[in-house]
């Protein structure tokens, strides 16, 4: 046992950079309090007042030798690909998720024919991300392509690492615990699974539960919506967003007018795009109320949001034959001491309006050591 531990402390005290990417800096002990209620596995947030440091564990602290390499795995997609922020390519990586894990189907596993789940498929075989409902996804994936073979890891788990990480880039995203262990995909994913947003609510809630979810779930996870854009449904309207606040994982995008009185699901705001699912989903007497229950209820969505991203990027696998290594991941940031303090009169009645100088400032502490300079 000694010699295990000396030589895993040996690694962890000796990991070189990556690509010229330095490795986290020794500054997670400094952190002094939980500021929010992160979901799944984890429990912590970052940009309450009394945290101090950067939040992010550094491989000196490594707890379980099997995550020792990701530490620097996880700085070469946090740093090398989102620069810390939640910019394209980790929108990109959230929606990847899902387009790998979400050609899973419990009919086809049950007839064991071939099948789709968490497994990086589309980092492997080059004709799947060719797929028209991949549009928009083929730069993702050539940035992260490269890192199954460089790091000697699975294409599933770099892939659903770069999911969990990406929605932590962006700010009020929850702690979604990363596992890795993934076996190499078995084959291409099977066509034809993955859903439209011309698709009936009925449809939709049909293929959801072939993958094992239930609505609530998918309500949950159709949030992801809130940093998304389009591009392909409307080309003519391309880099339109689901909210009005793509940079950040807030509920807005249930509501994204900012006033009850107003709130209407189907009301589309100047530079905004509604898919016809998610105006679907939030008006179908099924599923609204799911949909809507988030509205203004962050922490409620943060944990459910987590567990349903979690079950997602094990599709096909079990947890029980992986390792949890979530001791890699940084705090979430908190919106909740981000908000402007507005009162009275054009309160916003759901989702706080986040003053941008606080924003950028928590940014700066807890992604500190993935930022390029602007
Ligand atoms: C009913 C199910 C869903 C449908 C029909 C759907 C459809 C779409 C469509 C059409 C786009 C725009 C693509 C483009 O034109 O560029 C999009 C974007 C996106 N989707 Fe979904 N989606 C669904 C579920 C999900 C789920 C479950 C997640 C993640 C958990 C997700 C994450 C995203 C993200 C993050 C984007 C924005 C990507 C970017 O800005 O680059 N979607 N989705």
């Given at each position: 046992?000694?010699?295990?531990?000396?030589?895993?402390?040996?690694?962890?005290?000796?990991?070189?950079?990556?690509?010229?990417?330095?490795?986290?800096?020794?500054?997670?002990?400094?952190?002094?309090?939980?500021?929010?209620?992160?979901?799944?596995?984890?429990?912590?947030?970052?940009?309450?007042?009394?945290?101090?440091?950067?939040?992010?564990?550094?491989?000196?602290?490594?707890?379980?030798?099997?995550?020792?390499?990701?530490?620097?795995?996880?700085?070469?997609?946090?740093?090398?690909?989102?620069?810390?922020?939640?910019?394209?390519?980790?929108?990109?990586?959230?929606?990847?998720?899902?387009?790998?894990?979400?050609?899973?189907?419990?009919?086809?596993?049950?007839?064991?024919?071939?099948?789709?789940?968490?497994?990086?498929?589309?980092?492997?075989?080059?004709?799947?991300?060719?797929?028209?409902?991949?549009?928009?996804?083929?730069?993702?994936?050539?940035?992260?392509?490269?890192?199954?073979?460089?790091?000697?890891?699975?294409?599933?788990?770099?892939?659903?690492?770069?999911?969990?990480?990406?929605?932590?880039?962006?700010?009020?995203?929850?702690?979604?615990?990363?596992?890795?262990?993934?076996?190499?995909?078995?084959?291409?994913?099977?066509?034809?699974?993955?859903?439209?947003?011309?698709?009936?609510?009925?449809?939709?809630?049909?293929?959801?539960?072939?993958?094992?979810?239930?609505?609530?779930?998918?309500?949950?996870?159709?949030?992801?919506?809130?940093?998304?854009?389009?591009?392909?449904?409307?080309?003519?309207?391309?880099?339109?967003?689901?909210?009005?606040?793509?940079?950040?994982?807030?509920?807005?995008?249930?509501?994204?007018?900012?006033?009850?009185?107003?709130?209407?699901?189907?009301?589309?705001?100047?530079?905004?795009?509604?898919?016809?699912?998610?105006?679907?989903?939030?008006?179908?007497?099924?599923?609204?109320?799911?949909?809507?229950?988030?509205?203004?209820?962050?922490?409620?969505?943060?944990?459910?949001?987590?567990?349903?991203?979690?079950?997602?990027?094990?599709?096909?696998?079990?947890?029980?034959?992986?390792?949890?290594?979530?001791?890699?991941?940084?705090?979430?940031?908190?919106?909740?001491?981000?908000?402007?303090?507005?009162?009275g009169k054009g309160k916003p009645p759901t989702d706080p309006v986040i003053d941008p100088v606080k924003?950028?400032?928590?940014?700066?502490?807890?992604?500190?050591?993935?930022?390029?300079?602007?």
């Amino acid at each position: 046992m000694l010699l295990v531990w000396l030589s895993f402390l040996a690694v962890a005290l000796f990991s070189l950079p990556v690509d010229g990417f330095p490795q986290a800096t020794a500054v997670a002990p400094q952190v002094t309090a939980v500021a929010a209620k992160g979901g799944g596995g984890g429990e912590r947030g970052g940009g309450g007042g009394t945290i101090t440091g950067s939040g992010i564990p550094n491989v000196t602290d490594a707890k379980n030798p099997v995550c020792v390499p990701w530490y620097g795995i996880r700085d070469a997609i946090m740093g090398g690909i989102f620069q810390g922020r939640c910019g394209d390519n980790a929108r990109a990586a959230i929606r990847l998720a899902f387009h790998d894990a979400g050609t899973f189907s419990l009919a086809l596993q049950a007839n064991a024919l071939p099948n789709g789940g968490a497994d990086g498929s589309l980092l492997v075989d080059p004709n799947e991300v060719l797929r028209s409902e991949n549009n928009g996804l083929q730069n993702i994936v050539s940035l992260l392509k490269p890192l199954p073979a460089q790091f000697g890891v699975s294409p599933g788990d770099i892939l659903h690492l770069a999911g969990v990480l990406a929605v932590l880039a962006c700010p009020g995203g929850p702690v979604i615990p990363a596992y890795v262990g993934r076996s190499a995909p078995r084959n291409i994913a099977p066509t034809g699974l993955l859903p439209d947003p011309e698709d009936s609510v009925n449809v939709l809630l049909a293929r959801f539960a072939d993958m094992g979810f239930k609505s609530r779930e998918v309500m949950a996870l159709i949030g992801a919506h809130t940093t998304g854009k389009q591009r392909f449904v409307d080309p003519a309207a391309a880099n339109t967003t689901f909210d009005t606040t793509v940079q950040i994982w807030d509920t807005r995008f249930c509501n994204t007018p900012l006033d009850t009185e107003t709130a209407d699901p189907t009301t589309v705001l100047p530079g905004t795009f509604k898919l016809d699912s998610d105006v679907n989903f939030a008006t179908n007497p099924t599923t609204a109320p799911d949909f809507n229950r988030f509205i203004g209820k962050q922490d409620d969505w943060m944990s459910e949001y987590a567990a349903a991203h979690e079950k997602m990027s094990l599709l096909g696998f079990q947890a029980k034959d992986l390792t949890d290594c979530s001791e890699i991941l940084p705090l979430a940031i908190d919106l909740k001491n981000l908000a402007e303090a507005t009162t009275g009169k054009g309160k916003p009645p759901t989702d706080p309006v986040i003053d941008p100088v606080k924003l950028e400032a928590a940014i700066q502490q807890f992604r500190s050591i993935w930022l390029v300079s602007q």
